[in-house]
T-cell receptor, first 117, second 114 residues
């Protein structure tokens, strides 16, 4: 079966522009996560979706960042008015988020490398 | 708060020799620990996890990890390193909250010399 897919694989944009990053999780996985991997910051959690519950947005670094998940499947991470410090690799992961899903591993996509000029 | 530490930025080992990549953790409650590997320009791949049970956990590609509660460690090991094992390795712990998000270490670059 297909794994987690992300698009685009690379995105170069100019400072101040908006960008949208897409994630297709593994079919049937109810939990979806966005992480950011950047030099000096390591891997940091951004946002979490579980089924139809309200998302956990506690990791979003500013109000320029938002995400949605339509129909409980595909997710889009939007960064408005991009800044150079937003340059990073954005990773999406999904897992079988059943009750007691603490033990379930997350499966990661290949990431989107965002470069803000 | 849950956290993990990877004290080595880089580990160098000769092909055929045993390798160890270190990880220590700090958690409240029972730890759920994971190892992931990242090859260049690729996403993270799951290697293994410790939830409960045997302290020695076996995973993908011949890797194993030993959970040591007294030393709060979860070191990744392999008896015989391959050049193809060269990659970035991340230790992670499950957050204790409702999200089950992963808290990652800073990563250790493993370089296996032929």
């Amino acid at each position: 079966g297909a794994g987690v897919s992300q698009s685009p694989s690379n995105k170069v944009t100019e400072k101040g522009k908006d960008v949208e990053l897409r994630c297709d999780p593994i079919s049937g996985h109810t939990a979806l996560y966005w992480y950011r991997q950047s030099l000096g910051q390591g891997l940091e959690f951004l946002i979490y979706f579980q089924g139809n519950s309200a998302p956990d947005k506690s990791g979003l670094p500013s109000d320029r960042f938002s995400a949605e998940r339509t129909g409980g499947s595909v997710s889009t991470l939007t960064i408005q008015r991009t800044q150079q410090e937003d340059s990073a690799v954005y990773l999406c992961a999904s897992s079988s988020g059943l009750a007691g899903g603490k033990s379930n591993e997350q499966f990661f996509g290949p990431g989107t490398r965002l470069t803000v000029l | 708060a849950q956290s993990v530490a990877q004290p080595e930025d880089q580990v160098n080992v000769a092909e055929g020799n045993p390798l160890t990549v270190k990880c220590t953790y700090s958690v409240s409650g029972n730890p759920y620990l994971f190892w992931y590997v990242q090859y260049p320009n690729r996403g993270l791949q799951f290697l293994l996890k410790y939830i409960t049970g045997d302290n020695l956990v076996k995973g993908s590609y011949g890797f194993e990890a030993e959970f040591n509660k007294s030393q709060t460690s979860f070191h990744l090991k392999k008896p015989s390193a391959l050049v193809s094992d060269s990659a970035l390795y991340f230790c992670a712990v499950r957050d204790g909250g409702a999200t089950n998000k992963l808290i990652f270490g800073t990563g250790t670059l493993l370089a296996v010399q032929p």
